[in-house]
């Protein structure tokens, strides 16, 4: 993002979901980004937003929300870890948060069996671990 925006209408598809400790939410991944206040050309392949509200969100599903958006911050010292230089390469262009719980817009269904599959197996095997 050239520039932050605090109040973005989102509308993208969930590729991943991090749950935080405690109550604190998800952190989501999305792709297939469309801003409405950026033209296409100026739009992050993906952004990356914190949900405090994330009660049934699934990878593959097609969500709007309003978000705050930034630019991933820069090294803070020479030499320190570089967030954005990280983020680049996972393709992140943008990270933020939600003002309010996502709206479910469709859901592709194949994704998602996969994906809690994927999330399902990841659990037995961390109760292993």
Same mark, same amino acid.
């Not at 992140?92 to 999330?119: C, H, P, Q, W």
């Given at each position: 993002?050239?520039?932050?925006?605090?109040?973005?209408?989102?509308?993208?598809?969930?590729?991943?979901?991090?749950?935080?400790?405690?109550?604190?939410?998800?952190?989501?991944?999305?792709?297939?980004?469309? %801003?409405?206040?950026?033209?296409?050309?100026?739009?992050?392949?993906?952004?990356?937003?914190?949900?405090?509200?994330?009660?049934?969100?699934?990878?593959?599903?097609?969500?709007?929300?309003?978000?705050?958006?930034?630019?991933?911050?820069?090294?803070?010292?020479?030499?320190?870890?570089?967030?954005?230089?990280?983020?680049?390469?996972?393709?992140?262009?943008?990270?933020?948060?939600?003002?309010?719980?996502? !709206?479910?817009?469709?859901?592709?269904?194949?994704?998602?069996?996969?994906? !809690?599959?994927?999330?399902? %197996?990841?659990?037995?095997?961390?109760?292993?671990?």
């Amino acid at each position: 993002l050239e520039k932050p925006l605090k109040f973005a209408n989102v509308e993208a598809t969930i590729e991943s979901i991090e749950k935080l400790e405690g109550k604190r939410g998800s952190r989501v991944v999305l792709k297939d980004v469309a %801003i409405e206040e950026l033209p296409r050309d100026k739009t992050p392949r993906k952004i990356r937003l914190t949900f405090r509200k994330d009660e049934g969100l699934k990878a593959g599903m097609r969500i709007k929300t309003l978000g705050n958006l930034d630019a991933p911050s820069h090294a803070v010292l020479p030499g320190a870890y570089d967030f954005r230089r990280h983020l680049f390469f996972e393709g992140i262009g943008a990270v933020g948060f939600s003002y309010k719980a996502a !709206t479910l817009l469709k859901e592709d269904n194949a994704f998602v069996f996969f994906e !809690t599959m994927r999330a399902y %197996i990841h659990s037995v095997i961390g109760q292993i671990a």
